[in-house]
């Protein structure tokens, strides 16, 4: 069935793209095998296989079979389809090969492989050791492990608004939101959308994760405006606490453990406590760090700032309760 | 089982890439098309079995594969491949960015992101709206910088390594095999020789690395780890440890690998880790304070208690 389909596919594309003229629905029909007798089965079965061509990417144009009559009839103009001349070199082909295999199991693999594999078929010229056997090197990887991304990429690449349940930071309760979708950026591995919010009528960033449940376009291809000198990355940015170190918090290091204390933290022996060491370190959020410290348990101790001593103690406590 | 659309992509890019070589060899087509030779001899025969009928019955794709050969004589309309889609250009040209921003070979990636450009034309634009950010500190930049030249130079290295579930430092030889960037962090993998296995080294848990004047001997028998399909992978013999996790903590379940995850009342979180160690999920309980509690196993509960104990006793 499948294996008819291909073929009947595959006829169409052969026969249009060498037409110059516009062929109708009946003139395809009589070149190409596998459509039925009856005029409704065929009607319908024609309009899937358009769809499916479409789909594919195939520019199926449509305009007058003849100049007397007002038949619709379709081609493919080569120059639409075709991709254009292109040569690889051995090096560019290792290179492609290996950003072919970085979307790992996720909506754009098949996308980046299916692209790799057009242009190598359009360029021989990468052939050869190098195409066959990358190089070592560095081999990034991105996946897409949230159900969020698939349409919003969709959303991102067509401009359409879309609207999503998300549960925020800290928070019991998921908002329903609507966003006119301006991009997605993948920061330290976790992927965010960011866009126009209507609701809050206000840029927003939200964390594809905290996305829970389907994601709906809720508008037409193109219906979404960027606004001009959008930079998404700095939206993503902005929204991170900057890292002052402005506060020094003083330490009693058990000797030997915490290497990560002791590596930056510029050691001395404490004369009081035989055993311990006595390290100062810079932090920024006393919260964070006292989380960061709590971590390492008896091996050591915080001698001040008070404020991250009481952390410290809090943490421990809360761990205890 | 590939759906008809699939194939019918993958002919259309099949077709021309013999017919741009004349005559390939059918098991190397077959390797780069990932398919088996059995599916690849499935579409060559489909392909030639075109026909169109009117107005004059003719075969279009003329083409024959025999002694591990395929050669095609005339593949008409269809000799170049179709233009890339939008999803198409777009996938790649993220991904040769962000090979490009993780040091990869610079000038050829420049070199091909320009080709591609230029041949998706307006397909590509989608891709500036994906944008990909890796942080890496100039310390692991020069890390990585190291590692890089020892792979091309095939040498081995001398890491010393921060083993973060143990808070110990570890000295050991390593012959480099690759490095990876998952999950936004740059990794080593290489054949560790003091666990003579493969291991993979977090670039920014190597305190120190020196490139040693011996060649790296990388054993047959190792294997690259298969990355895509996630990178920590339990055994069975692990200890799952479940934790209750308040609305504040629920972005560990983002961080660690969860065996599983489960919504509570009131936006808490249920996670189940497995770990062959539990010393650093005691560790975890302690840094998330009152936002987590250890369910089970309750020995590890105890020992979380314990340790709480010991540690406020310094306190006092």
Redo the contacts between chains.
Sequence with gaps: MSKRRTERLLSIVVLLLSSRRYLTAEQIRAAVSGYPEEQEAFKRMFERDKEELRDLGIPLETGRATPVDDDLGYRISRQDYELPEIHLEPDEAAVLGIASRVWQSAELAGAATGAALKLRAASRDGDGDAAASPPLGIQPRLSTQEPAFGPLWEAVRDRRPVTFSHLASGRSEATKRTLEPWGVVNRRGHWYVAGYDRMREAPRVFRLSRITGPVKLAGPAGSVKVPEGTDVRDLVKDWDKPLTYDSTASLRVRAGAVPTLHRYGNPKPDPAHPGWDLITRKYSDPEWYAGYLAWFGPDVVVLGPPELREAVIRHLKGALA | ?V????????????V??VA??RVVSLPETAR???MTERELI?DLN??W???????EPYC??DLSYEDGEISISQA???A?????????????L???R??AE????R???N??IA??E??AGAAGA?S????????DSPRVRRV?ATL?GA??AGRRVHLRH?VWSR???TERDVD???????????YLEGWCRRAESVRLFRLDRV?EVDVLDVPAEVPEEAEPRD??AGLFRPSETDVLAELELG??A??IA?SYPCESVTEL????LRIGLRTPDTTWV???????????RVVSPPELADD??A?????????D
């Design positions: 089982m759906t008809s659309a699939e194939r019918l992509r993958r002919l259309l890019a099949l021309p890439y741009t070589r780069t098309f990932g499935d489909l392909a079995c075109v026909e169109l009928r009117a107005p279009p794709i008409e309309s269809i170049r491949p179709l233009r890339l889609a939008a999803d198409e250009a777009s996938a790649l993220v991904a040769l962000m090979l993780a040091g990869g070979d000038d050829a990636v070199r091909l080709k591609i230029s041949a989608a500036s709206q994906v944008t990909i950010q890796q942080f990585a890089s792979l091309t921060y808070d110990e430092d480099p095999m690759r490095l990876l960037v998952v999950e936004g962090r740059t305190v990355v895509d609305p504040e629920r972005w983002e009342p009131d936006g808490r005691r560790r975890l309980a302690l840094r998330l304070g009152e936002d987590a979380v208690r340790t709480a104990a010991a540690a406020l006793a310094q306190y």
